[in-house]
């Protein structure tokens, strides 16, 4: 009983990732990769992509202090930090990374900055969202291989 | 000692992938797994040469485009100038869909070019361009 009830708000809590727009189709993709071989990959992604980005999201701080603004470095950071994003499927910072491009692009500092704070808000929800969502997913676990191995 | 005889005595395919993205480190190798295949992962240019230098029994090198210090194309023409390298399959991946640097990739001698996110139907097209 307890576990159809976590189950369902592990389904509800992900769908409505989907329907607000902060993940895509992609996550389903790491979804289906995790096995029985790497049972928790889809947390280990998303661990490292929070790692990385944080340490991206450092250096574009650093970058976008200097004066006079080197574009091209900024937008090397900026492409590396959309590429993460729209690998594992987080359509809204990937959004968000587009439009501080452009920004970049167009070598509007003002934009940049203002951009980027979107980038960061869009980062901090997702992340808040995540770890609730493998907080519940840990407590659904141990109890689903044990469903399992009762056939 | 292990001998690759009995059942149908195949060499599992070992294949190089070099991104200097963890995130994107981590999906390839997964990926390149799933179908059976044997990865070594690297995060540089520089790394997969020293890789191939010490083991060339590499069936495939699969490569990011862009990377810091040393490209994936650049990682490329190095493979396909050198006599004991050039026969391995390179394949190039890239997030940004820009026709002229796909060309530019397949002439030098890249394999096949895939967009970023690489989906499990990308590996399969792969299989028959191992070496």
Redesign the interface.
Known sequence: MEYSSLHRQLATMKKSFFDQGFLDEQFFQIEELQDDVSPNFVEEVVTLFFKDSLRLMGNIDHALEKFPQDFDRLDSLIHQLKGSASSIGAAKMKNECTVFRDFCDKENQEGCIRSFQKVKKEHACLRQKLENYFQLLRQVGPVAKATRSGN | MASSRGGDGERQIHVLAVD?????R??IA??L??SKYKVTAVDSGKKALELLGLEPNVNMIITDY?M?EMTGFELLKIVKESSELRQIPVVIMS?ENVPSRINRCLEEGAEDFLL??V??SDVSRLCSRMR
């Open positions: 200097d993205s963890s995130v994107d981590a999906m997964k990926l797994r799933s862009w810091p997030s970023k996110p989906r499990p």
